[in-house]
């Protein structure tokens, strides 16, 4: 491994003569079960014969490609390095018989922190509170829950629901899938085009409006956006939203409790609860930035970008999974794929600082977790899948082992106890004196 600059380095890698035999063999092998070739059956055609008739340097090639990230993630995990962003990666020329098969590796590497005092570090710790003012917001909540929508016989005003029949047209052309019959539309609500909502307060049941409007220009379907549309709509009934009162016959339904007072104590409980969780998230990271800021890193911009880079596409790996575009949601949000990168670089600065320091102390501590440690943390982390069965850790870990992943994991749980060391060894003082000492350490303050 050669160290470059801007935390960068090259691995030269060389995959056996043996392996890459294997890989001929198993590429020659999933071809031969598409080829058809005479005297055997389609399907049935040996490796020797594939690489006969297609050439050996052919199949390699394909063998190459097809093996390729497998002998990088090797690379990696073999030479114990934290990469961050895409590698780049040189090949050699094929290899001849029993030659073993070259390549090159450049990539980002996380950078190195030469540790401050992180022994002791203060950092603010706010005490656990509920505001009453949170409480009713979720009692509110619960009541739109159970809400109930009345018909009323009155013209129709700002938060009441319509029943409507509706038909759109540009140019006297109906619109693709602007229609609709028995719909139900909250006014005030937003959904809608502009002026389509508005255009049907005071409307009543029975009763049909012509609306002109327009689309806006940045409209996600691209053949209406700024366009001139005509929108027919009958209102075939106006409801009114009733919430339930705020009673103990509330509380039965909303959370099974007898009284509203009961209701209230629940919610407090919950809500204190769930900030006690998120005090001790918020001081996890004071800490370790406080020990990011004591300690000298260095962290080039490049690594930065990349890092931007690897959440943004982790995030969109995610909404595909929900069914949603990179397109679809630079839309949603109003932004584009640059302002996105760029955004995302304070956070992924910060994140590889904290990496930095975590592996310091990991060396300097000389963490190296059990098997049982790691059991424990496989334990703590499986979750049940859709039948409700939960994988047996000890299987799990049995698994890790014969893949080759049990590193990995060694490395996640040496990094969580370095954090869990670094924690208890802070010291947590008031928001109030941490905002003091930031005002009073700030140059030029």
Excluded: C, N
């Excluded at 999933?30 to 052919?58: C, N, Y």
């Excluded at 706010?126 to 009692?139: F, N, T």
């Excluded at 007072?261 to 204190?272: N, T």
């Amino acid at each position: 491994m050669t160290e470059l600059p801007q935390s960068r380095v090259r691995l030269q890698v060389e995959v056996p003569p043996a392996e890459v035999s294997r890989a001929l063999e198993s590429t020659a092998s999933r071809i031969g079960r598409d080829m058809r070739f005479p005297g055997f059956r389609k399907g049935k055609v040996p490796p020797p014969v594939v690489i006969s008739q297609l050439g050996r340097e052919a199949v390699l090639d394909e063998a190459v490609r097809d093996q390729l990230g497998r002998w990088y993630t090797a690379a990696i995990r073999e030479a114990q390095i934290a990469s961050v962003g895409e590698p780049e990666i040189s090949l050699g020329d094929l290899p001849g018989e029993h030659e073993p098969f070259a390549f090159s590796i450049e990539i980002g590497v996380r950078p190195t922190a030469e540790l401050g005092q992180w022994r002791g570090i203060e950092a603010a710790r706010r005490e656990p509170a509920v505001e009453e003012e949170l409480i009713d917001r979720q009692i509110e909540q619960a009541r739109e829950r159970l809400a109930r929508l009345e018909p009323v016989a009155r013209a129709a005003a700002d938060g009441d629901f319509l029943v409507i029949d509706y038909s759109g047209s540009v140019d006297g052309e109906p619109i693709e899938g602007a229609q609709g019959r028995a719909q139900l539309v909250e006014l005030g609500a937003g959904g809608l085009i502009p002026g389509f909502e508005e255009g049907l307060i005071g409307s009543s049941a029975g009763e049909s409006r012509t609306l002109d409007l327009h689309f806006p220009e940045g409209y996600g379907a691209a053949e209406l956006a700024g366009r001139d549309a005509r929108f027919e709509v009958s209102v075939s009934e106006v409801r009114e939203k009733l919430l339930p009162s705020l009673d103990d016959d509330f509380a039965l339904d909303a959370a099974g409790l007898d009284t509203l007072a009961e209701l209230r104590e629940d919610l407090r409980a919950k809500l204190l609860e769930a900030d006690e969780a998120a005090v001790e998230r918020e001081f996890r990271e004071a800490v370790i930035d406080a020990a990011a800021e004591a300690a000298t890193i260095t962290v080039p911009e490049p690594l930065v970008a990349a890092r931007a880079k690897e959440a943004w596409e982790q995030r969109l790996h995610a909404l595909s999974h929900r069914g949603i575009s990179k397109d679809a949601y630079l839309q949603i949000i109003g932004s584009t794929e640059e302002q996105m990168l760029d955004g995302a670089r304070p956070s992924a600065e910060r994140a590889l600082r904290a990496e930095a320091v975590i592996a310091a102390i990991v060396a300097e501590e000389t963490i190296e977790p059990s098997d049982d440690e790691l059991l424990a943390a496989l334990a703590r982390s499986v979750e049940p899948d859709e039948r409700g069965r939960v994988a047996d850790p000890a299987k799990l870990l049995t698994q890790l082992r014969r893949s080759g992943r049990l590193d990995d994991l060694r490395t996640d749980v040496a990094a969580e106890q370095a954090l869990d060391r670094l924690v208890a060894a802070a010291v947590a003082i008031t928001p109030e004196r941490a905002a003091a000492r930031e005002k009073l350490w700030t140059p030029g303050s």
